[in-house]
């Protein structure tokens, strides 16, 4: 498994200031760290920053790009965070390096790390990136037959979650849009009991989707709760509450590791 810590796609593809992307980058790292995940070879844990060699192969394979598969490789919510000013609104240079660079994070185990096969883990609304994947590999193999013949380019997608007080998802970007582990337990409730507008459609119900997603929950309880929130019952009502008091101490598993 490789886990890529994106500090220079913020860089460029948010605009973030360098200084706080290498410092987010150092808190991630550590949390990653004391969730338990081994960083030893065959597993990588790497910052973009420090990959040099990653740099070189976006370089290289940017030889296969055109502007018309950086348009198309837009994010499905790349309208909503461009007019809440998080990314640039056009297609900008630096936007299309943090796409580049990304693209290779995805294709350098191929490349050079004599791996046949990369499985990428990406949310759904980013499906786009895979496809940019895909057309640039195409593109080697016609010139670079060496690079990606006979090797294995996949993806698997999470679900969105939405978010709270009408934000398409969670996000960390919009802070006010999600839970966070060092949440309170008031904190938590208020939000699984406030954040929304009530709505019996469980596929569209922010509590629903997480308890869904993020839960120990077997699966008799999650059917419940899909029923329970298609009648915006009372039951539903005290499963949030549970919920809430679950998910806090889920969220207080992390600080103990």
């Not at 294995?152 to 996000?171: D, E, N, R, V």
Request: some cysteine; glycine content about 6%; hydrophobic content about 40%.
């Amino acid at each position: 498994m490789q886990i890529v810590l994106g500090d220079l796609d913020a860089y460029n593809g948010k605009n973030v200031p360098l200084e706080r992307t290498l410092e987010l980058a150092s808190q991630y790292r550590a949390f990653i760290l004391n969730l338990g995940f081994d960083s030893f070879a065959p597993s990588i844990l790497r910052a973009q920053y420090d990959s040099l060699t990653t740099l070189r192969t976006s370089y290289l394979i940017g030889r296969y790009m055109d502007d018309e598969m950086f348009l198309k490789a837009e994010e499905d919510l790349h309208g909503f965070y461009s007019v809440q000013g998080k990314v640039d609104p056009v297609m900008s240079y630096r936007r299309k390096l943090s796409l580049n660079l990304m693209i290779a994070d995805f294709l350098e185990l191929l490349v050079d790390g004599g791996f046949d096969a990369v499985l990428v883990f990406l949310g759904i609304d980013e499906h786009q990136y895979v496809n940019f994947g895909r057309r640039t590999i195409e593109r080697c193999i016609a010139e670079k037959p060496d690079w990606f013949n006979g090797k294995c380019y996949a993806a698997l997608y999470s679900s969105i979650i939405g978010g709270f007080h009408g934000y398409p998802k969670m996000s960390k970007s919009f802070p006010q849009s999600g839970i966070t582990v060092d949440m309170s337990a008031e904190e938590i409730l208020s939000l699984i009991e406030f954040g929304e507008p009530p709505t019996q459609f469980p596929e569209t119900n922010v509590v629903y989707q997480m308890i869904s997603s993020v839960s120990l929950y077997d699966n008799d309880i999650i059917e419940e709760a899909y029923v329970e929130c298609r009648k915006q019952s009372r039951r539903w009502s005290a499963m949030k509450r549970d919920y809430a008091k679950h998910l806090h101490q889920l969220c207080r598993k992390w600080h103990e590791r």
